[in-house]
């Protein structure tokens, strides 16, 4: 149980980070102060139910897609978030195509490190108590 609310957190975590260093490099992206707690709610819903689904097409259907499925989650929780969030706006093609890519690429990064920090917390914390 601790380690899905973990697991849960990092995601909201990355998630938004991912939002959040893609609006300081891209300005035609913005996102409002209150409504970003949304926007990451959202955009981490869609990512988690759409993964599966597309990883499943990717699978049966689409073998090509198979590669790129982290992308297109991406993309789709995007264009879901601006759709029913105030908070988030994406303007011009290109910022959608750069958008996904940065949100995408933050949020990786920003997975593979939070826990690393989390267990070295943990860690330290653990080996203060045991001395």
Same mark, same amino acid.
């Given at each position: 149980?601790?380690?899905?609310?973990?697991?849960?957190?990092?995601?909201?975590?990355?998630?938004?980070?991912?939002?959040?260093?893609?609006?300081?490099?891209?300005?035609?992206?913005?996102?409002?102060?209150?409504?970003?707690?949304?926007?990451?709610?959202?955009?981490?819903?869609?990512?988690?139910?759409?993964?599966?689904?597309?990883?499943?097409?990717?699978?049966?259907?689409?073998? !090509?897609?198979?590669?790129?499925? &982290? *992308? @297109?989650? $991406? %993309? =789709?929780?995007?264009?879901?978030?601006?759709?029913?969030?105030?908070?988030?706006?994406?303007?011009?093609?290109?910022?959608?195509?750069?958008?996904? !890519?940065?949100?995408?690429?933050? &949020? *990786? @990064?920003? $997975? %593979? =490190?939070?826990?690393?920090?989390?267990?070295?917390?943990?860690?330290?914390?653990?080996?203060?108590?045991?001395?």
């Amino acid at each position: 149980m601790v380690r899905l609310l973990v697991g849960i957190l990092v995601r909201l975590a990355a998630n938004a980070v991912g939002l959040l260093v893609a609006t300081a490099v891209l300005p035609r992206m913005t996102i409002s102060g209150v409504a970003f707690f949304t926007a990451v709610a959202i955009f981490t819903v869609v990512e988690v139910v759409a993964d599966p689904l597309l990883t499943k097409i990717s699978l049966t259907s689409l073998p !090509v897609l198979r590669g790129g499925v &982290a *992308l @297109v989650t $991406t %993309l =789709v929780g995007l264009i879901f978030t601006t759709a029913l969030s105030d908070g988030l706006h994406i303007s011009g093609l290109g910022t959608w195509a750069a958008a996904t !890519v940065v949100v995408w690429l933050a &949020a *990786l @990064v920003a $997975t %593979l =490190v939070l826990p690393l920090l989390f267990v070295k917390k943990a860690w330290r914390r653990r080996a203060t108590t045991a001395n």
